[in-house]
């Protein structure tokens, strides 16, 4: 059974930061890419940033400069930092892998950045 699980939401200040870890189980993670979504009320859940087995790693263009994917193998873990954090960033905050065809989601955590 794979099993993602998202922590280090809250609410923070308008250009505070947060790191978001997941914590990932059942599958050998090093050789999975991994990614954040996020998702507000309403919208389609839409991509943040990914990170390959090799490190290589993408972002949407609204995170660029602020937002940094990592990962560390031997702990199963993918990592989100978030800084310069604005209202627009709120929203429920998803890591996602796929294995052999199937997708799969942690149940998010919540990230409100007040003004």
């Known amino acids: 059974q794979v099993y993602l699980v998202e922590s280090g939401g809250g609410l923070v200040q308008a250009g505070g930061s947060l790191r978001l870890s997941c914590a990932v189980s059942?599958?050998?993670?090093?050789?999975?890419?991994m990614t954040w979504h996020r998702q507000v009320p309403g919208k389609q859940r839409e991509f943040v940033a990914s990170i390959t087995s090799g490190g290589s790693t993408n972002y949407t263009d609204a995170v660029k400069g602020r937002f940094t994917i990592s990962r560390n193998n031997a702990r199963n873990t993918v990592f989100l930092q978030m800084n310069s954090l604005q209202p627009e960033d709120t929203a429920v905050y998803y890591c996602?892998?796929?294995?052999?065809?199937?997708?799969?989601w942690g149940r998010g955590t919540q990230v409100t950045v007040s003004s």
């Open positions: 996602n892998t796929v294995r052999s065809g199937l997708m799969y």
């Open positions: 059942g599958i050998n993670f090093k050789i999975h890419p």
